[in-house]
């Protein structure tokens, strides 16, 4: 079963994106619930205006999702009149939808740890150096590595290592957590106009609306398929 995390956002725009980010909310909705996948809210964020959202970041679940999500990506375009300022000549409105990439969090399993015993350098008399003290630590599911002479015993330096790497692989996780959100911010700056993905128009989203069914459009795929190889 995948998993993806999907935000849809206003980005910049006024009131009235923040309506179409409410409005395009409800119909994706309704598409994950009819091609039978799962989702969770895990943000909703509201517009100033009632009724209205910011940004939402959904996390959705299923088989064969990436067709669905796929056909959603991008920009989304609104052609209708202001329902907060009917008087306002503006009718293209836009908003944005974009996949959060995921941060797996990583338990660290010290049987992925291999060791190299070294031999000590620096000072510290003769009793350091002859003996291989030092250890390499490596952590392969990452790549991460420490190195740690700061004992004469090999054993401690293992402990020690362990513990530095568990910090290491942390930070590692940090810095790339980090970016996932700054990633998340530009999506607010950046919703583009023009090719959008998808096209709505009036106040009535449903009545301009064509619903899809991935599921209908897979079986499809595969009676094609089938009757394809029969030829």
């Given at each position: 079963?995948?998993?993806?995390i999907i935000q849809i956002t206003a980005g910049r725009?006024?009131?009235?994106?923040?309506?179409?980010?409410?409005?395009?909310?409800?119909?994706?909705?309704?598409?994950?619930?009819?091609?039978?996948?799962?989702?969770?809210?895990?943000?909703?964020?509201?517009?100033?205006?009632?009724?209205?959202?910011?940004?939402?970041?959904?996390?959705?679940?299923?088989?064969?999702?990436?067709?669905?999500?796929?056909?959603?990506?991008?920009?989304?375009?609104?052609?209708?009149?202001?329902?907060?300022?009917?008087?306002?000549?503006?009718?293209?409105?836009?908003?944005?939808?974009?996949?959060?990439?995921?941060?797996?969090?990583?338990?660290?399993?010290?049987?992925?740890?291999?060791?190299?015993?070294?031999?000590?350098?620096?000072?510290?008399?003769?009793?350091?150096?002859?003996?291989?003290?030092?250890?390499?630590?490596?952590?392969?599911?990452?790549?991460?590595?420490?190195?740690?002479?700061?004992?004469?015993?090999?054993?401690?330096?293992?402990?020690?290592?362990?513990?530095?790497?568990?910090?290491?692989?942390y930070q590692s996780q940090l810095v790339k957590l980090?970016?996932?959100?700054?990633?998340?911010?530009?999506?607010?700056?950046?919703?583009?106009?023009?090719?959008?993905?998808?096209?709505?128009?009036?106040?009535?989203?449903?009545?301009?609306?064509?619903k899809q069914s991935y599921a209908s459009h897979r079986?499809?795929?595969?009676?094609?398929?089938?009757?394809?190889?029969?030829?």
């Amino acid at each position: 079963m995948k998993t993806k995390i999907i935000q849809i956002t206003a980005g910049r725009g006024p009131a009235e994106c923040c309506w179409v980010v409410a409005q395009v909310l409800k119909l994706f909705l309704e598409e994950i619930k009819s091609n039978g996948f799962t989702y969770n809210i895990l943000q909703r964020d509201k517009g100033q205006e009632n009724g209205t959202v910011q940004s939402v970041t959904i996390q959705l679940k299923g088989k064969e999702i990436e067709p669905f999500v796929k056909s959603w990506l991008g920009t989304i375009q609104w052609i209708g009149t202001s329902t907060f300022r009917k008087h306002h000549k503006r009718k293209n409105w836009f908003i944005g939808m974009y996949e959060i990439k995921q941060v797996q969090s990583i338990s660290l399993n010290e049987k992925d740890i291999s060791f190299q015993a070294m031999r000590s350098s620096g000072p510290g008399g003769q009793n350091v150096n002859k003996v291989n003290s030092a250890v390499r630590a490596t952590y392969h599911p990452t790549g991460d590595q420490v190195v740690v002479m700061d004992s004469r015993s090999q054993h401690q330096n293992k402990k020690i290592a362990i513990e530095r790497l568990k910090e290491k692989v942390y930070q590692s996780q940090l810095v790339k957590l980090k970016k996932s959100l700054c990633d998340q911010w530009e999506n607010h700056l950046q919703v583009q106009r023009g090719n959008p993905i998808r096209t709505f128009k009036g106040t009535d989203f449903k009545k301009n609306y064509k619903k899809q069914s991935y599921a209908s459009h897979r079986q499809q795929l595969k009676t094609a398929l089938r009757n394809e190889l029969k030829n």
